[in-house]
């Protein structure tokens, strides 16, 4: 059983930084894609973005490309996710995902951490 645990949201102010973490147990992360997804209140779960994994390339949303960063520690069976410039449209819950498929559709990947809430105020 693999499970995965976001930790690191939080309430931040609009042009702030947050950083969230996510840690696997069960299995190393060490061979599979990882990444996270958002859903605001009222609208779908919306991906953000993943790192490969080899380490080689990242993806991100249009929306949050150029301030959010996401890097990987296998060694540590964590990655993360840096937020810059957080605007209140940032204003969800966000997963932690892994799987072992390219793809940016929630459908793609295999385990889920339980969301750690992120709100942005004006």
């Known amino acids: 059983q693999v499970q995965l645990v976001e930790s690191g949201g939080g309430l931040v102010q609009a042009g702030g930084s947050l950083r969230l973490s996510c840690s696997a147990a069960g299995r190393t992360v060490a061979g599979l894609n990882l990444g996270w997804f958002r859903q605001a209140p009222g609208k779908e779960r919306e991906f953000v973005g993943y790192?490969?994994?080899?380490?080689?390339?990242?993806y991100y949303a249009d929306s949050v490309e150029g301030r959010f960063t996401i890097s990987r520690d296998n060694a540590k069976n964590m990655w993360y996710l840096q937020m810059d410039s957080l605007q209140p449209e940032g204003t969800a819950v966000y997963y932690c995902v892994a799987g072992e498929v390219f793809a940016t559709s929630a459908g793609a990947f295999r385990y889920w951490g339980q969301g750690t809430q992120v709100t942005v105020s004006s």
């Open positions: 790192i490969r994994w080899d380490f080689e390339r990242t």
